[in-house]
Nanobody, 126 residues
Framework: QVQPVESGGGLVQAGGSLRLSCAAS????????MGWFRQAPGKEREFVAA????????GYADSVKGRFTISRDNAKNTVYLQMNSLKPEDTAVYLC???????????????????WGQGTQVTVSS
């Protein structure tokens, strides 16, 4: 079992940057795919970014492509989401998710992810 724990959220002005971290306890995250999702009030959960086990394959939502970068450090059992040029529409709770056993491909469907963190709030003011 993997228990992801997110950190790094906060309040930032439009155009600013934040770096989210997802530290996983229990089973090591190196066993599989890791992803970031977000959910804004009154909206469905949406895919943000994902990275495969070895870190050489990543995927992004069109809305964040070129602004966000996902990375991982398997030795530290941690996944990161660097968010630059933040916009008010990026405001949401950001959740980290783990999919042990999925090694190579990038999956954007939340049902593929077995373990979820509690989330960290990101608020971007205009």
């Amino acid at each position: 079992q993997v228990q992801p724990v997110e950190s790094g959220g906060g309040l930032v002005q439009a155009g600013g940057s934040l770096r989210l971290s997802c530290a996983a306890s229990g089973r090591t995250i190196s066993t599989g795919l890791m992803g970031w999702f977000r959910q804004a009030p009154g909206k469905e959960r949406e895919f943000v970014a994902a990275i495969n086990r070895s870190g050489d394959n990543t995927g992004y939502a069109d809305s964040v492509k070129g602004r966000f970068t996902i990375s991982r450090d398997n030795a530290k059992n941690t996944v990161y989401l660097q968010m630059n040029s933040l916009k008010p529409e990026d405001t949401a709770v950001y959740l980290c998710a783990a999919a042990p056993g999925l090694y190579f491909a990038i999956y954007r469907d939340s049902v593929k992810y077995m373990y979820w963190g509690q989330g960290t709030q990101v608020t971007v003011s205009s």
